[in-house]
Every structure is written in C-alpha cells, then in structure tokens.
C-alpha cells in the first residue's frame, strides 16, 4: 500500500493532514488515502471536479470490474466520506455514497488436534511462536508481531497489548507453558527491542511473511478447512473458553471488543451448544424410516420358483443265480 507522503496529490495530502489532526492510526491514514488516490486515477481528473455521478460508477467499478471484497469496498467508501465531508466540505454528495452490505459468516475454527499438526509443520522457531501466541492469548496478528520486551510481565504472567484495533490498550493472562516457551525462545535469540524482529532489531516482523508461512503449513498438516489464516487461531482462542465455560463478557474484554455483540458470533460455533441440539429424525415412529418390518405381523409368503431336479439313474438288480 502506497504510503500517504509519497506520490500524492496536494489535495490528498491535505486529507492526510486532517486525519492526522484526528488522531487517525497510520494504518487508516495509508488505507484511505490509497483508496482516494485509486479513485481519482481511476478518472484522470482532479478530485474537485469529481461530483455524485464518478462515484456512482466507480462503485459500480469495484463491484463489476475489480470484484473487490465487502471490506476494500467499504474502506474506498469511508475515504470518499471523508474526503468530501472534511476535507472538501460537501455534504451533499455524502448522501448518496452507500455502504456495502457484508455478509454473516462463521469464522473457521481449528480444533486441538488440528492446531498441533498446524504448529509442528512450522520448523522456524520465530515463525511458529508468533502463530502460539495468536492461539495462546487470542491476538491479532499485528499485535503479536509489535510485542516488546517490556510488554511481557513475568511477575504477574501478563501481556500488555499496546495499540491495538482502534488505539486500545488491554492486558491478557499468560499461561505457564506460554511464557516457558518465550522465555526459551529469548535465550536463543537474544532479542532488544521488539520481541519478534523483522530485519533489524527496531522493526517488528512482517505480517505476509507469518501468513504465508501459516499458509504453507495448514497445507502440509493436511488441514482441509478453508480460509485458515493466523486469525483463524484467534476465533480457535475464542471459541475454546466459550467451550470451557469462560462468560462471553470476559472473552469480549480478552478479544478486546468494543462491543461484546461482536463477539456473540462465537455462540454459533461452540460444539456443546450445537451437539445438544437433536435431530427430528429421531421423533418419527419407525414405520417411517425405510426398511421396516413390523415383529408382530407374520411374515409375507414369498412363492419359490421350482426347483428342476435332474432324475438319478436307477440300478438294476443282480439275477438270482
């Protein structure tokens, strides 16, 4: 994604400012602005002379054309709204940029057993932890990747979380095998700054990299389900407590929801809510099921073809002597 202070036009720029002025995170920064500065490419015209019509068919663009997902859509619609109700001051033409409308599925969740073959398909130490953490502590993948030193409490076994989704700060439970393993893991690289480094010790690990070496993995531990992604250890996270018996209200705070009816979606995939659940096949009498044969009626007579029997020779007596 292309950062905001390269290669934009000034009025982009300005947009930039402005949600810098905000206390926009870098990452909403970069992402609205690339979207604003695809959209304006798109026409090859200045943003100011773009009106209700461009946007109209550059939706209709998105949606045809680049067969962009719900969430790229959205994003290319919050930067517009911001864009021309801040930094152009045009609320008229707000009115008429839609949302998309996103779909309600069920997130994939691993089982235990799945979850061990997918971390022992990993041989690089560095790699396969931060996948540990995300599925130990219900991180988000950035999050496990801008840990620092200082972030692990060994004396209270706590994980400061700094800035996470919306700027929010929360502390998680580290369990004992958890900090075992990061504690083996620091003796062997010696780490300073963040705890999973990327090139150099003062940036954090890159986030493709960790997603296609999960990738790679899911496929070499024959995992079938689709979409398994380090997310997927979060929901995995989720959905054991709720499992275990952990209220929903503390997996909301752990998760660090804004709200706790996002994290309602994890209600759907507990097994023992679902396995209680019967089938109706098991209310019908069991004359309705296929192949039934009443005990007390006596069975039907079923006429036997003849039987063609081939006559034996007969032997002849012996003449008396």
């Not at 934009?8 to 602005?33: C, G, H, Q, W």
């Not at 996948?131 to 692990?152: F, M, N, P, Q």
């Not at 504690?183 to 963040?194: A, G, H, I, M, V």
Request: charged share 25%.
């Amino acid at each position: 994604m292309t950062p905001y202070q390269n290669r934009l036009t000034p009025l982009v720029k300005r947009m930039a400012e402005d949600m810098l002025v905000r206390n926009f995170s870098p990452s909403t920064i970069n992402t609205y602005t690339y979207q604003v500065d695809r959209f304006q490419k798109h026409f090859d015209k200045p943003i100011e002379e773009l009106g209700e019509e461009e946007i109209h068919q550059y939706q209709v663009y998105l949606v045809q054309v680049k067969k962009a997902s719900w969430s790229a859509f959205n994003q290319a619609v919050c930067g517009l709204r911001f864009l021309y109700e801040v930094t152009l001051r045009k609320p008229w033409t707000v009115k008429h940029i839609p949302f998309g409308k996103r779909p309600k599925t069920l997130p994939t969740v691993l089982g235990d057993e799945e979850v061990q073959r997918l971390l022992g398909c990993i041989s690089y130490d560095k790699h396969r932890l931060v996948l540990l953490v995300c599925y130990a502590a219900g991180l988000r993948l950035s999050e496990a990747t801008h840990i620092k030193l200082g972030d692990i409490d060994g004396e209270r076994s706590m994980l400061h979380i700094r800035s996470g989704k919306g700027r929010k700060d929360r502390y998680v439970p580290l369990s004992p095998r958890l900090l075992n393993e990061l504690r083996s893991y620091w003796k062997l690289e010696r780490p300073t700054d963040y705890l999973f480094a990327g090139k150099t010790a003062n940036v954090p690990l890159s986030t493709a990299t960790v997603q296609k070496t999960c990738k790679m993995a899911a496929a070499q531990a024959r995992i079938t389900k689709s979409h398994v992604s380090p997310h997927t250890l979060r929901h995995s996270y989720a959905t054991a407590l709720l499992e275990a018996g952990v209220d929903i209200l503390t997996i909301s705070r752990l998760l660090g929801h804004s709200c706790f009816v996002t994290t309602m979606v994890y209600l759907h995939c507990r097994r023992p809510h679902l396995e209680r659940a019967p089938s109706p096949i098991d209310w019908l009498p069991i004359r309705q099921c296929p192949k039934w044969v009443d005990p007390c009626q006596p069975s039907p007579i079923v006429p036997q073809a003849p039987v063609h029997r081939v006559p034996t020779p007969r032997r002849r007596r012996a003449a008396p002597e």
